[in-house]
Structures are given as C-alpha cells and as structure tokens.
C-alpha cells in the first residue's frame, strides 16, 4: 500500500492550493482516506476525511467552508482543496487510509500514511 501526497507549495494568504493523495496497491473502495496536518512543535491534528466509497466528507471547524475534498475513483486520487489560505494554516499535511468502525479523526485510527507535503502560507 503507498499513498503518495503531493501539491503543497508556498503562497500567500488568501490564496489557493490544491493537495492530492494518490494511493495504489490494494481496493480503497471500503476505506476512509483522511488528512492530517502537523505545524513546528505541534501535534498532528485532523484536517478532512472522505469515505471513498459515497464521497461523504468532514472537515475540522478550522477549514470549514474553506478546503473542500473530493475524490477520483478512475485515478485513485483524493484532492483537498484549500481556498482562503490563512498563515495558521501553514504545515506539513499528510493524508492517510484507514477502514472499520473508528473515530475518524484522530490519527491513530489511520493504518497507511503518506510522506507528506509542505504548505507555507506567508502573511
């Protein structure tokens, strides 16, 4: 199982970034695929999940209405979207996949991590 992340960058506040997780090596039909974001000398906090297989999303308050997910079922690829970038938003973001009954948002419950990739919104 890989999960290979990918898209972050630098950009100003205010502005856009989208993020893709692309994941091969096994069905994530059944799988939850989440994201998680760790900023300097902070704990990995949730950002988002999907379940891949209805496309039902939930979001942390603090992207709410700002970072949408969505996903593609031919590419095996899940996107985050993240509009309205505020400087609080800058860390390392990681996606993951995890499946059974779980609480979603919190890390552990996740089995496979990607590498992650930085997201730096200046102010």
């Known amino acids: 199982v890989q999960l290979q992340a990918s898209g972050g960058g630098l950009v100003q506040a205010g502005g856009s970034l989208r993020l893709s997780c692309a994941a091969s090596?096994?069905?994530?039909?059944?799988?939850?695929m989440g994201w998680f974001r760790q900023a300097p000398d902070k704990e990995r906090e949730f950002v988002a999940r999907i379940r891949w297989s209805t496309g039902t999303t939930f979001y942390a308050d603090s992207v709410k209405g700002r970072f949408t997910l969505s996903r593609d079922n031919a590419k095996n690829t899940v996107y985050l979207q993240m509009d309205s970038l505020k400087p609080e938003d800058t860390a390392v973001y990681y996606c993951?996949?995890?499946?059974?009954?779980?609480?979603?948002?919190?890390?552990?419950?996740?089995?496979?991590w990607g590498q992650g990739t930085q997201v730096t919104v200046s102010s």
């Open positions: 090596g096994r069905s994530f039909s059944s799988y939850v």
């Open positions: 993951a996949a995890a499946q059974g009954l779980r609480n979603f948002n919190i890390a552990s419950s996740y089995a496979y």
